[in-house]
């Protein structure tokens, strides 16, 4: 996620530069067409590329307010699973006669948190992380979980024989949280948690797996394809025929000048046409970027950070060394 003031200018043209590229031959072509070779007849009226301007700008605002939602839902889930976290340390730590056991119970809990920001690493077939322009900017940033493999990091939580389970079952996330349960179980059967503290630590267990479950929502479940689509194409086709609309409006502006730009006014379409048509894309492009939250974009909830600052605060609990989370200015951790 970006955590710095804002993108620079050039990041951002940077990050679009392919979609203008596209648009100036896009602008240029009809331009050369008509004033090269007088294919007059390619003006397209003004008033149809407006109305289809109106009905792309309804449909992208409309996927971006929907992204956007997805994002910021996306990241109430982890704050929420930050707070809980923390609420778990503590009754764990003062309720838990035994440091060894309270230890146990943190560290497994520090395992689910690493299985499940791998799990939502995971790429999906409908993430964009894959696209050049995507795939280019990462360059910026840094994703931990696509550095190093889950399998060398559960061993500094979880005993070798826990380990071994966990690798082995389908979902890590899962089996840690039913290993979890268990272990509570077993505690309170032996005297050792009163019945209490047992209900409210499983009911603890229940929180998170109800926020593991509606943060594998978002991962597994994008924005409906059926709406991406039509706002894709929308846009692609105002681009196309935005140019074809404003042939004939600059053609006119040669009555009113004079001098070197008399009979060339028809160029200025080509800027005029990128200029409106990139606003366009660019949302379009802003809007995909933002609709799965944990596809380690630069947009991301910052998953690894958050389990970073999880991590400190537990092991600071435990009276354990843990150092500060920290990541460059532009970062989807």
């Known amino acids: 996620m970006h955590l710095?003031?804002?993108?620079?200018?050039?990041?951002?043209?940077?990050?679009?530069?392919?979609?203008?590229?596209?648009?100036?031959?896009?602008?240029?072509?009809?331009?050369?067409l008509y004033k090269v070779f007088s294919v007059t007849w390619l003006s397209v009226p003004l008033t149809i590329v407006v109305l289809l301007g109106t009905a792309t700008s309804?449909?992208?605002?409309?996927?971006?307010?929907?992204?956007?939602?997805?994002?910021?839902?996306?990241?109430?889930i982890w704050i929420d699973i930050l707070g809980k976290s923390r609420r778990w340390g503590q009754i764990v730590r003062n309720f838990v006669e035994d440091e060894e056991v309270s230890r146990r119970l943190v560290h497994r809990h520090l395992a689910w948190l690493t299985?499940?920001?791998?799990?939502?690493?995971?790429?999906?077939?409908?993430?964009?992380?894959?696209?050049?322009?995507?795939a280019e900017y990462r360059r910026f940033y840094r994703v931990p979980e696509?550095?190093?493999?889950?399998?060398?990091?559960?061993?500094?939580?979880?005993?070798?024989?826990?380990?071994?389970?966990?690798?082995?079952?389908?979902?890590?996330?899962?089996?840690?949280?039913?290993l979890q349960g268990s272990s509570l179980k077993m505690l309170h059967m032996a005297g050792n948690l009163n019945s209490s503290f047992?209900?409210?630590?499983?009911?603890?267990?229940?929180?998170?797996?109800?926020?593991?479950?509606?943060?594998?929502?978002?991962k597994n479940f994008p924005y409906p394809r059926q709406y991406a689509t039509v706002?894709?194409?929308?846009?692609?086709?105002?681009?196309?025929?935005?140019?074809?609309?404003?042939?004939?409006?600059f053609d006119?502006?040669?009555?009113?000048?004079?001098?070197?730009?008399?009979?060339?006014?028809?160029?200025?379409?080509v800027p005029c046409s990128v200029a409106v048509s990139w606003m366009y894309t660019s949302l379009e492009q802003v809007g995909e970027s933002?609709?799965?939250?944990?596809?380690?974009?630069?947009?991301?909830?910052p998953i690894s950070t958050l389990c970073s600052i999880i991590e400190r605060d537990l092991k600071e609990m435990l009276g354990e060394p843990a150092g500060e989370p920290s990541g460059p200015a532009i970062i989807a951790l």
Not at 117 to 129: A, G, K, M, N, V
Not at 231 to 249: A, D, M, T
Not at 290 to 301: I, K, R, S, Y
């Open 4 to 32: 710095g003031k804002s993108y620079n200018v050039s990041e951002f043209l940077f990050w679009t530069r392919r979609q203008i590229y596209g648009l100036l031959i896009c602008g240029s072509a009809p331009v050369f």
């Open 58 to 76: 309804f449909i992208v605002g409309f996927k971006n307010v929907q992204t956007y939602n997805r994002a910021t839902d996306a990241l109430d």
């Open 115 to 134: 299985a499940l920001r791998y799990e939502l690493r995971r790429p999906r077939i409908w993430e964009s992380t894959s696209k050049r322009s995507n």
């Open 146 to 178: 696509w550095e190093r493999d889950i399998d060398e990091l559960l061993p500094e939580y979880l005993s070798p024989s826990e380990t071994e389970q966990a690798i082995a079952s389908t979902s890590i996330a899962t089996f840690v949280l039913s």
């Open 198 to 218: 047992y209900l409210e630590l499983q009911k603890a267990i229940g929180d998170f797996i109800d926020l593991q479950a509606r943060s594998e929502r978002f």
């Open 231 to 249: 706002s894709s194409l929308f846009v692609k086709f105002f681009c196309f025929l935005f140019p074809f609309g404003l042939l004939h409006e």
């Open 252 to 269: 006119k502006l040669n009555d009113s000048v004079s001098g070197f730009m008399h009979g060339n006014m028809i160029w200025l379409v």
């Open 290 to 301: 933002t609709e799965n939250p944990f596809e380690g974009g630069a947009n991301d909830v």
